[in-house]
């Protein structure tokens, strides 16, 4: 009877799990970077059917009380010097450090809110298999810190949907990074790679032997 009660609280925990913190399916694995590399799965790239519309964002957050999206709920967390909130979650003031191009930035209009492996490269790369609630819970992901990312809008639209193949930050410092929390990104999805991508990180990785990968799997 007491096993019955618990697998019923458990059950009831996992369907009031907020969208934007998934339920992850193992404990957190760390491995070398180029390690993790080798981990991606392999596949063939397709964004037939892809709409930007079928991954819903902003939704109300980690924190539907706070009156806040997700977009503000990341600002909020990667603020340097916290913004004020005002009604509506109107932010005022604060500092943010954009890692991409290394610019502080004052106003939070100024930033975009980046999802370190982009929409349409996630659709690309399995997601267009996925559930509505699975690519909304993807969208709005604040269960891993790398994850969405506070940078300039002029950074995140240089960048726009493109892999590391294509693109990589401005700031040649933070590639290694960046590659690792790209790499992070995909493992924690289980999303693929392409050949082109694979070469691309499998190069970044043999020049930053000290970086290391950490992610956490989603159900």
Avoid at 166 to 181: D, K, M, N, Q, S
Wanted: proline share 6%; with cysteine; hydrophobic share 40%.
């Amino acid at each position: 009877m007491l096993n019955a009660v618990l697998r019923g609280l458990a059950a009831a925990t996992l369907a009031v799990l907020p969208l934007t913190v998934p339920a992850p399916a193992h404990a957190a694995e760390t491995l070398p970077l180029a390690g993790a590399v080798a981990t991606l799965p392999l596949g063939t790239e397709s964004r037939d059917g892809y709409d930007r519309d079928a991954f819903r964002h902003w939704n109300t957050g980690a924190d539907p009380s706070d009156g806040c999206n997700t977009r503000a709920e990341v600002l909020l967390s990667e603020a340097v010097e916290p913004p004020m909130v005002g009604p509506g979650c109107r932010l005022t003031g604060g500092r943010w450090w954009s890692y991409y191009d290394q610019v502080w930035v004052t106003s939070a209009s100024g930033l975009d809110i980046d999802h370190m492996v982009p929409l349409a490269e996630s659709w690309d790369s399995g997601a267009s298999a996925w559930t509505a609630q699975r690519r909304e819970a993807y969208a709005n992901d604040q269960g891993a810190s790398t994850s969405l990312v506070a940078v300039t809008a002029r950074s995140n639209r240089s960048k726009s949907d493109q892999d590391p193949a294509e693109w990589l930050p401005l700031a040649t410092g933070v590639h290694c990074r960046y590659i690792a929390e790209w790499v992070a990104t995909k493992l924690r999805w289980s999303l693929t790679a392409d050949e082109a991508e694979v070469a691309a990180l499998r190069e970044a990785a043999g020049g930053c032997p000290g970086q290391s990968v950490t992610y956490e799997t989603v159900a």
